[in-house]
């Protein structure tokens, strides 16, 4: 199995999917493979630190995050080899060329994105939107090959086929209020690796998180108070979503921007599924009326 995080920012992944990833990962062992893709140069989102400094530190952090979870870490170049500012992504060719390029790159099976809002009355974070819109958009140019020969030429008389993959959308706490999932996995058991990995992004929990107030949450002064702080967020999430659980999950919706899969598909490659908490019934109607059926 192969699989590809595409979002906005260093330490996204780790807070919606790290714990999928890791499961997945002792379920299936050297035949998975997993790919980060991060969308923005990280270098906002700071209060004492220069634009400079903060974007080579968070560049630091997803190195050492990349270490823990074994899992390939790109950072999005645009055709002309720069990387979208924070804040400032536009959905336009440049973007999308990069996006097709890089799912190209890497062939996965399943894609996992932010989601697009529901409802007009629904808080965004502008990059998670426009991640989501570009992947969106770019989902069906997946498998024609010439889409954007322009920017990265190749032989346009000999094109091999791009499967196009299944695509989720990871839960959203930037989207309070209209967040939806079809799908929970229990990543109980890998919890003290996700907070492990979330803790190598110390420019963003120790400094930034705690001073722009945001999930209003103290300075955490060890690893220890950290995963009770963590703990407490995913919990947070749980009731978010209706789910009257102590348990730790990651929630997960799934689209038809790319393939429809087959219900019984998603139980198979995912097989620490939680059944009681997902919201099976419900995905099937969904994906037999996308299929025709």
């Not at 209003?216 to 220890?224: A, F, R, T």
Request: net charge negative; hydrophobic share 40%.
């Amino acid at each position: 199995m192969r699989v590809q995080c595409i979002h906005a920012h260093f330490d996204d992944f780790e807070f919606v999917a790290a714990g999928t990833f890791e499961s997945l990962r002792r379920r299936f062992a050297s035949a998975f493979q997993a790919e980060i893709v991060v969308c923005t140069d990280g270098k906002a989102g700071h209060h004492f630190r220069t634009r400079e400094e903060t974007g080579k530190l968070r560049l630091e952090e997803q190195g050492k995050s990349a270490e823990l979870g074994k899992y390939q870490f790109r950072a999005l170049k645009l055709p002309d080899g720069t990387t979208p500012r924070e804040g400032c992504i536009q959905v336009n060719g440049p973007f999308l060329a990069a996006l097709w390029k890089s799912i190209r790159d890497f062939r996965p099976d399943y894609i996992f994105s932010p989601p697009l809002p529901a409802e007009t009355l629904a808080g965004v974070h502008v990059d998670h939107w426009a991640v989501a819109e570009a992947v969106r958009k770019v989902a069906y140019l997946i498998n024609v090959p010439h889409a954007f020969t322009p920017e990265y030429p190749a032989d346009e008389k000999f094109s091999t086929p791009c499967k196009t993959p299944v695509i989720l959308n990871v839960h959203d706490s930037y989207m309070t209020g209209t967040n939806a999932y079809d799908l929970a996995v229990d990543v109980e058991e890998v919890f003290p690796l996700i907070a492990e990995m979330t803790w190598c992004h110390q420019s963003q929990i120790v400094e930034w998180l705690p001073w722009i107030g945001r999930h209003d949450m103290p300075v955490p002064q060890s690893i220890e108070e950290w995963k009770k702080l963590l703990k407490k967020r995913f919990i947070k999430r749980n009731y978010e979503v209706a789910v009257a659980s102590d348990r730790i999950y990651e929630y997960f919706t799934v689209t038809a921007w790319g393939e429809v899969p087959l219900l019984q598909t998603l139980l198979t490659d995912f097989p620490m599924l939680s059944q009681k908490v997902s919201n099976l019934e419900k995905l099937e109607q969904k994906l037999k009326k996308w299929q025709g059926h």
